[in-house]
């Protein structure tokens, strides 16, 4: 089952409003989402014109709904870019606006490095 199209609207006003915080004309978050999972990066113009004109994307997080869960489950970036399960590791709520509220945060210093 994919994301409800409600989820989606969330995600993207969110990744809007981290958007507005910083300098939307050089750097912007963005969602991609595919089946039940979404992806949410960072992307900034290239630093230098001999890296062309298209955005740079770094993935921040992921985020996987488990409609037999019916739960969220949050993913970062690890070591050499892996996704390691942050749900596991530190004590999170499940749902959807909990989770964005955890990437914004970033209390363990792992979305925004």
């Known amino acids: 089952m994919a994301i409800s199209e409600l989820d989606r609207k969330r995600i993207d006003v969110w990744c809007a409003a981290q958007t507005a915080t910083v300098r939307s004309n050089e750097v912007r978050i963005d969602a991609t989402y595919r089946g039940n999972s979404v992806t949410i990066a960072e992307c900034r113009l290239p630093y230098h014109p001999s890296q ?16 037999t869960l019916n739960s969220w489950k949050l993913w970062a970036p690890g070591p050499s870019d892996r996704l390691m399960d942050y749900s596991a590791r530190f004590e999170v709520g499940s749902t ?11 209390p363990a210093d792992v979305f925004w490095g």
């Open 52 to 67: 062309g004109t298209e955005w740079l994307r770094s993935r921040i997080a992921k985020l996987v709904w488990s409609p």
């Open 96 to 106: 959807l606006v909990d989770l964005l509220e955890e990437i914004r945060q970033d």
